[in-house]
T-cell receptor, first 115, second 114 residues
Framework: GDSVTQMEGPVTLSEEAFLTINCTYT??????LFWYVQYPGEGLQLLLK?????DKGSNKGFEATYRKETTSFHLEKGSVQVSDSAVYFC??????????????FGKGTKLSVKP | KAGVTQTPRYLIKTRGQQVTLSCSPI?????VSWYQQTPGQGLQFLFE???????NKGNFPGRFSGRQFSNSRSEMNVSTLELGDSALYLC?????????????FGSGTRLTVV
């Protein structure tokens, strides 16, 4: 079936460090890929997305490239800030000929950034 | 523009009871989806409603049900609560169903079953 696997945390970094959170997927159809972020006590917010192979999603300094050959969508940021501390979820949804199915999430990676 | 509103924010129930959670979508959004978030299983899709009809359903037992009203507000119900139902229940709304990233999530209802 369809699934998402992301690196387990927690990940602890110092401010201005480089961030990579690995995400790989298995999909039976044509997936769109997403990264969501969850701050403490809040719901999920869409961080970035990519809908086809080789697309790069970017937002707030975060980037991820849809790699079909390696079935991956790794999240990166060149210089993290304390305010980036949150839980990050990789997700996919399958394209059913113009409409997308429900979101399938990875387990989440907790990021803590220390000053 | 008001976001997705979920009530209550916190609930404590006893095993065997039933519970009803409420979700008010963003104005103009007609699709509402529900997800369960637990430390062990992560985020799992429960169901999606559009125009008062269930359009999609996840792999959960029949104890989990939902409905949507004509004003697009949705409720989910869990009957005969089990300890394992303790979770954060998230609601998400979108203008139409099956839009992948076009969902806006609420802050959730945290249910604790004792």
């Amino acid at each position: 079936g369809d699934s998402v696997t992301q690196m387990e945390g927690p990940v602890t970094l110092s401010e201005e460090a480089f961030l990579t959170i690995n995400c790989t997927y298995t999909a039976t159809g044509y997936p769109s890929l997403f990264w969501y972020v969850q701050y403490p006590g809040e719901g999920l917010q869409l961080l970035l997305k990519a809908t086809k192979a080789d697309d790069k999603g970017s937002n707030k300094g975060f980037e991820a490239t849809y790699r079909k050959e390696t079935t991956s969508f790794h999240l990166e940021k060149g210089s993290v800030q304390v305010s980036d501390s949150a839980v990050y979820f990789c997700a996919l949804s399958i394209d059913y000929g113009g409409s997308q199915g429900n979101l399938i999430f990875g387990k989440g990676t907790k990021l803590s950034v220390k000053p | 523009k008001a976001g997705v509103t979920q009530t209550p924010r916190y609930l404590i129930k006893t095993r065997g009871q039933q519970v009803t959670l409420s979700c008010s979508p963003i104005s103009g959004h007609r699709s509402v989806s529900w997800y369960q978030q637990t430390p062990g299983q992560g985020l799992q899709f429960l169901f999606e409603y559009f125009s008062e009809t269930q359009r999609n359903k996840g792999n959960f037992p029949g104890r989990f049900s939902g409905r949507q009203f004509s004003n697009s507000r949705s409720e989910m119900n869990v009957s005969t609560l089990e300890l394992g139902d303790s979770a954060l229940y998230l609601c998400a709304s979108s203008p139409k169903p099956r839009t992948g990233s076009g969902y806006t999530f609420g802050s959730g209802t945290r249910l604790t079953v004792v």
